[in-house]
């Protein structure tokens, strides 16, 4: 009997292990997106209730600050430790991790989010709301 647990176990634990490499690493870039994309969702909704404006506008203005930073030029991490740490060396080399499709679909949802960004802060300067 304990054998067959043993040997249960065993395979449990390669079947955990094969599993586990065939799922999509979770990077970086990922998080900042899902984590832009909550914000505007939940300013959107807040919006839509005219419930608390100004922290609208900060969900927004960050969701797009966190998005812009996706497309930008990123430090390529096959530079040398050398090359990181020398604050004078200007000929690093820069790279970004996401393709052109991916830059794309970030600038849309940049621009959608800027124009959500501008009827509120329209909105919120109509009903004189102060920061």
């Not at 909704?45 to 930073?69: F, H, P, R, V």
């Not at 820069?94 to 959500?116: A, G, H, T």
Request: proline content about 2%.
């Amino acid at each position: 009997m304990q054998l067959r647990l043993d040997e249960a176990n065993e395979k449990l634990k390669i079947d955990q292990i094969s599993q586990q490499q065939e799922e999509e690493p979770i990077v970086a870039e990922k998080l900042i997106f899902d984590r832009a994309l909550e914000m505007s969702k939940q300013a959107a909704y807040n919006e839509l209730k005219n419930q608390d404006l100004i922290g609208c506008e900060s969900n927004y203005a960050t969701a797009i600050w966190m998005l812009e930073s996706l497309i930008d030029i990123g430090i390529n991490p096959n530079n040398s430790d050398d090359q990181m740490n020398d604050d004078d060396d200007d000929s690093k080399s820069y790279s970004s991790s996401l393709d052109e499709n991916d830059k794309k679909m970030v600038e849309l949802f940049i621009n959608s989010i800027s124009k959500r960004l501008s009827i509120l802060r329209e909105k919120i300067s109509n009903q004189n709301i102060t920061h």
